[in-house]
């Protein structure tokens, strides 16, 4: 197996993956010379997504480092289900129904344990850096006050969406998936896609409307 792998740092440093052209060949021919025992073309995609499923684990897990242990879970399943990877969807698609199916286990199991170990909504995000809402300029108290609650509210109300709805939002919103992406990893039709969406957004709208 790859020594990327296999480290518990998987997910910070990578390896080496100077035998991929990225350029000449496709996320689902790299994962074939995965398929085929290529350790190196294992490693180009850990390096290639470990920050945006990095990034959709935090979306979940509000844990920088659960989310990271979260991702390096996503990877050891992707690497331990090589031999029976078939090419019949995007790569990625393959990738964010592992994650999409861990991070779902993973909130069931830790419901309890979610108000004590959440992080601050103003704390940088584990991707960007940034906040997730910055301000043009510096914010009086006040606006920080309002900005915080707005924030609060913002996940409050995404957390207690149904849990497909959810799944789809954090994927639109945050991965910029488009409709026939999350279609795919959810497993619907692109049209009830867009009504599922449709649905989410308007149910937001409506429980946030004091704050648009």
Request: charged share 30%.
């Amino acid at each position: 197996m790859s020594s990327v792998a296999l480290n518990h740092g998987l997910l910070a440093v990578g390896g080496s993956a100077s035998d991929v052209d990225a350029g000449a060949v496709s996320d689902a021919e790299v994962m074939l010379r995965v398929r085929e025992g290529d350790d190196a073309a294992f490693d180009y995609l850990v390096q290639k997504y470990r920050r945006p499923i990095i990034g959709f684990m935090y979306r979940m897990a509000h844990n920088p480092a659960i989310a990271e242990e979260l991702a390096q879970e996503v990877f050891l399943r992707v690497y331990r289900s090589r031999a029976n990877y078939e090419p019949s969807a995007k790569f990625s698609t393959w990738l964010y129904r592992i994650a999409t199916n861990l991070g779902v286990n993973h909130a069931r199991d830790t419901r309890h344990e979610r108000a004590e170990n959440t992080v601050n909504l103003d704390e940088p995000d584990t991707e960007t850096g940034q906040t997730l809402d910055l301000a043009d300029k510096t914010p009086t108290v006040e606006e920080e006050i309002l900005r915080r609650e707005r924030l609060a509210a913002i996940r409050q109300k995404i957390e207690a969406l149904p849990e497909r709805q959810r799944m789809a939002v954090l994927m639109h919103k945050y991965q910029q998936m488009d409709y026939r992406q999350i279609a795919e990893v959810l497993k619907l039709s692109e049209s009830a896609t867009k009504s599922l969406l449709f649905r989410a957004y308007e149910a937001l709208r409506a429980q946030l409307k004091e704050f648009v």
